[in-house]
């Protein structure tokens, strides 16, 4: 912890992106309440996570870092959730595929309830309304009562990951992420196109002989993210280990800082500064060196492996320059980060109506990050990835062969668009590939 923070020290930072509420006592009684809540993760859990990133170097350990854009309460329901947990399993059995690889597994699920905005507020039907920021702070619908900020939202959302986390906690500990269970898997990849690729037989004869001669290894951790947006909510589970020592965010295993918030005296630095738990770090293409070298002697003093995961997301179209730059820069300053790749919020685009993002240029980001970091003698460790469960059409492209012409059939996202399960999957097989 640095010598200066406390809990509250944010306090005293540039504050940014928060919500604008209206009635002020209700919102600190909501805190008040949060703060005697139990939490949602323990230190303990968090230190497993802390052990497989300090590996990520010396072993195989790749991370999978996945879910919705920004989670709805309305999608806290059990089918959905299964179907996310299936996902996830099902990617990350494909990435470990013939590559003796492990798949550290984190979800954007249990708490990704907020979301920056670029604007406080948007025009919708001729009206000035504030904007959409996260069913933890306000509606989705575009009426005047719906979209202020209500700060009994908080609650809510701390009761929905509960819930959330319940229950994977439940299909974990009840043994779902042994293979004898993938045997339903054809049922759920949900394009013929993606069943009929040659790479899809392979693994499928693989997962049938590994049932018959009970050949595999369980890998039964899971852990949950989010990005530390709402600062209130934040410190309000930010607890003390008093067994061990050392304060830790209970919110989440891993949080991270978001290309909006990641100012150096911005009071979301500040906050993170004082935890234990790994955090992540946005990285866009118009990043300042030094800004980053500060950052990360800020959050990580001690120069600790497994603590700083450098979130890239740059575009297709820019990786190369701004990737390859930073690398040396900070290699050359013996920084120890961990480099993952984000490769969907520097390819978004409009089309009419519709923000969009194509998979050849989410597959051309991943491909120019596995062969940057081989350049430059450093270790690809993870993707960032939005994604569905859901077969939505948000994204154009892959062997599911969405086009422009299909985005209104099922577009779903309140915020961005996300990848749907075959593309997710069709995905994970370009990746093990890339291993």
């Not at 306090?11 to 209206?22: R, S």
């Not at 997962?207 to 947006?229: C, G, M, P, R, W």
């Not at 040396?328 to 993002?357: A, Q, S």
Request: aromatic share 12%; glycine share 6%.
């Amino acid at each position: 912890m640095l010598k200066n923070w406390s809990i509250d020290s944010w306090k005293n930072f540039d504050i940014h992106q928060q919500p604008i509420y209206e009635n002020i006592d209700t919102y600190n009684q909501v805190l008040e309440s949060l703060i005697k809540l139990p939490s949602l993760v323990f230190s303990g859990e968090t230190r497993h996570l802390i052990s497989a990133l300090n590996e990520i170097e010396n072993n195989n350990n790749f991370i999978l870092q996945i879910g919705d854009c920004s989670e709805s309460f309305n999608d806290c329901n059990g089918p959905k959730i299964h179907n996310f947990l299936r996902l996830v399993l099902q990617m990350s059995k494909i990435i470990e595929f013939n590559n003796k690889t492990n798949v550290v597994k984190i979800g954007r699920i249990a708490g990704q309830y907020a979301k920056p905005r670029s604007n406080d507020y948007e025009i919708l039907n001729n009206t000035k309304l504030p904007v959409y920021r996260g069913d933890n702070v306000n509606e989705y619908e575009p009426t005047y009562l719906d979209r202020i900020p209500k700060p009994e939202k908080l609650i809510q959302g701390y009761f929905y990951s509960t819930a959330t986390l319940n229950l994977i906690r439940a299909f974990i500990c009840g043994g779902y992420s042994d293979i004898k269970y993938f045997s339903d898997w054809e049922n759920h990849f949900y394009s013929s196109n993606l069943i009929n690729i040659k790479r899809y037989n392979e693994f499928k004869d693989f997962l049938n002989q590994s049932l018959v001669s009970n050949d595999y290894t369980k890998n039964d951790k899971f852990f949950i993210s989010h990005e530390a947006l709402l600062l209130g909510y934040e410190q309000a589970f930010i607890r003390e280990d008093t067994v061990n020592g050392g304060y830790y965010s209970t919110s989440a295993h891993t949080l991270w800082i978001g290309d909006r918030t990641r100012q150096l005296n911005s009071a979301h630095v500040e906050l993170l500064s004082g935890i234990e738990n790994p955090i992540g770090i946005k990285v866009g293409p118009n990043y300042e060196t030094d800004v980053i070298i500060s950052l990360l002697n800020k959050l990580n003093p001690n120069n600790l492996k497994g603590k700083i995961t450098l979130i890239t997301r740059f575009g297709h179209d820019k990786i190369k320059n701004k990737l390859e730059d930073l690398q040396i820069i900070l290699k050359k300053n013996k920084l120890n980060v961990i480099w993952m790749c984000d490769p969907m919020h520097g390819n978004t685009f409009t089309h009419e109506k519709f923000k969009v993002r194509s998979f050849d240029n989410i597959v051309s980001e991943i491909q120019s990050f596995f062969s940057i970091c081989k350049n430059n003698g450093i270790k690809p460790s993870g993707v960032h990835l939005e994604v569905t469960a859901d077969y939505v059409s948000e994204c154009v492209g892959g062997l599911c062969g969405l086009t422009f012409s299909n985005l209104g059939e099922k577009y779903c996202t309140k915020v961005d668009p996300r990848l749907n399960t075959a593309q997710a999957l069709e995905l994970a097989f370009i990746i093990n590939k890339l291993i």
